[in-house]
């Protein structure tokens, strides 16, 4: 589209012509339906709005050098989804129907797939939530699955930047024994507060310690975290931390490059021993941790002013295989045809 400035735009709902959606009623999902209607109507009694019955996803496409549009690890945003209906028992959605829905909602606003040298993408997001009218507490009977999609920026504007972090003991994300390892609203929700008074101190995010005991890295705000020591890069192992596909496939790349990988506690303190480290996810890939300051007491844990050498190459890698500018050898990729 002529009208959008690709090198200007940042992270943020944007309109596209269409959308996915799929319904979900007398125990079976429908046909998948291509809309270019924004709004919903939803019953005011549904439990997506009472009880928080909704799940979503977040993925992205990519055009490379050569023209072809990537999604990468589509399949693993579809069990994704699968896990988190199972955990708040919303009714699954296949593979292969979640696979279809993205593929034609890329495949019909492909024009607003971001050219190669722009180095922005398309964001996909999918989202199921309960439509039944329900009051008592239990699950819905209707569902809806919609899938949007928007340009997006990338992540880093100004080239590949350090940031901070605040620790935050006020508030928990998520319980051991609760739901963090599903990708479900009611985690943000519970997350907005410590967000915001982070970001009101000058961090770019809050980071979160192990609810229960307070002792081990549980996750740097909406992204996992993972520090380099060494050969290894050791990430934390934890009940209440959510299974970041970024994080999986970083950790394939860095088994590549000859490392170690290490999944387990990650006591605080552990922090002073990293030569580097990283949030991660789908928005930003790496965002490289400057610093993380224990705000209550007065405590900083510096890692490095400037990004480091292992998370920029594994930066620059996991790029390179999402615009298909190295092989795909892991089989990451789907090839929007
Ligand atoms: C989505 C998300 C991540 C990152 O997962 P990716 O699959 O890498 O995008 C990390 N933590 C939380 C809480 C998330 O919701």
């Known amino acids: 589209m002529e009208n959008i400035d690709w090198k200007n735009l940042g992270f943020g709902y944007k309109d596209t012509d269409y959308n996915i959606r799929c319904y979900y009623r007398n125990g079976k999902w429908g046909e998948l339906e291509v809309c270019s209607e924004k709004h919903i109507s939803v019953h005011m009694a549904a ?15 990519f055009k490379g050098k050569d023209g072809k549009i990537r999604i990468f690890r589509l399949d693993e945003n579809a069990k ?30 492909e024009k607003f797939v971001p050219p190669y040298e722009s180095g922005a ?11 039944g009218a329900q009051i008592g507490v239990h699950p819905a009977d209707e569902y809806l699955f919609v899938v949007m999609v928007m340009p997006v920026g990338p992540y880093f504007k100004g080239g590949f930047k350090a940031n901070s972090y605040a620790i935050t003991r006020k508030y928990d994300r998520a319980a051991p024994l609760g ?16 967000n915001k008074e982070a970001h009101d ?39 209440s931390v959510l299974p970041s596909i970024t994080n999986k496939s970083l950790q394939q790349l860095a088994i590549e490059l000859g490392m170690t990988v290490e999944a387990r506690n990650v006591p605080v303190e552990e922090l002073t021993t990293f030569e580097e480290a990283g949030a991660c996810g789908t928005a930003a890939v790496i965002s490289p941790i400057k610093s993380i300051v224990d705000v209550d007491n007065d405590i900083t844990y510096f890692i490095s002013e400037e990004p480091g050498k292992i998370c920029t ?15 795909d050898l892991y089989g990451w990729v789907t090839v929007v045809e």
């Open 80 to 109: 994704r989804l699968q896990s988190s209906c199972k955990g708040i028992l919303m009714p699954e959605l296949s593979v292969e129907l979640f696979t279809e829905a993205v593929l034609k909602a890329v495949k019909l606003n």
């Open 201 to 239: 101190l000058g961090y770019t995010s809050e980071f979160y310690l192990d609810a229960k005991e307070k002792k081990y890295i549980d996750e740097c705000g909406a992204a996992n975290f993972f520090g380099i020591k060494g050969n290894s890069f050791i990430t934390p192992k934890s009940s």
């Open 47 to 61: 439990t997506g709005l009472h009880y928080g019955q909704e799940a979503f996803e977040g993925l992205k496409a």
């Open 313 to 327: 190459r594994l930066y620059e890698k996991l790029r390179a295989i999402q615009y298909g500018d190295e092989p």
């Open 179 to 194: 739901t963090g390892t599903y990708k479900i609203g009611g985690n943000y929700a519970a997350s907005l507060r410590a």
């Open 121 to 131: 993408s398309l964001y996909i997001r999918p989202l199921l939530f309960g439509t």
